[in-house]
């Protein structure tokens, strides 16, 4: 495992950055599960960053930093994406089970052509109004994730906790996306709504 908090290009505490997202307020499956791995990881909590309930978030398009990007272009690419994500209808996804990477333990979502298609969409609705797209297309994985790692150390104790472990997975309709304003200042993605738009 190596430590996820470190600070990534352009990064620093204070700084805040446009992104799309998919959050899971409410969605009490999600946070079932969710607070079913933090139980299971507990004993290795020293090592991890558990998320909490209101944090837990699918990744998926950023946008730019605050101060870097004009906010009326921000609220145009909003405007943008609205019809493209209306043309796009609700699906029932699976959540889970739970996978080690390197930086996190993440739960992959299901279907992944349904994400993509929404990140496809907003990608489409940057790119009208900024002209280019920050960040690749490719090496897009869908996924939650439930923890960070907090240091760099073995996966193995991390492995073990979760080995043998049943866990059902959480199926939940995704019925829009959200721009958010994130910052990690205090080791945790927390950010402010800045829109939510609905799909089909």
């Not at 992959?108 to 349904?114: E, G, I, K, N």
């Not at 990140?119 to 920050?134: K, T, Y």
């Not at 721009?179 to 939510?196: C, G, K, P, S």
Request: glycine share 8%; hydrophobic share 45%.
């Amino acid at each position: 495992m190596r430590n996820h908090w470190w600070w990534r290009p352009g990064w620093s505490v204070g700084r805040r950055f446009y992104t799309w997202h998919m959050t899971f307020d409410g969605q009490e499956e999600v946070q079932r599960l969710a607070a079913e791995y933090r139980t299971v990881l507990a004993p290795v909590g020293d090592s991890l960053t558990l998320i909490p309930n209101q944090w837990l978030h699918l990744t998926m398009q950023g946008i730019g930093f605050v101060g870097e990007v004009k906010e009326q272009d921000v609220h145009a690419i909003v405007d943008a994406a609205r019809p493209r994500l209306a043309a796009i209808p609700a699906f029932e996804a699976r959540i889970g089970p739970a996978v080690v990477d390197p930086e996190a333990i993440l739960l992959p979502v299901q279907p992944d052509d349904a994400v993509r298609a929404v990140r496809d969409a907003i990608r489409e609705a940057i790119e009208s109004v900024l002209g280019d797209v920050p960040e690749k297309a490719d090496g897009f994985r869908p996924h939650v994730s439930v923890a960070y790692s907090a240091g760099d150390g073995p996966a193995n104790p991390i492995a073990q906790a979760l080995a043998g472990v049943r866990v059902a997975p959480a199926q939940v309709r995704i019925s829009n996306a959200d721009l958010i304003v994130i910052h990690r200042d205090n080791q945790m993605y927390e950010w402010e709504t800045f829109a939510t738009v609905p799909l089909g």
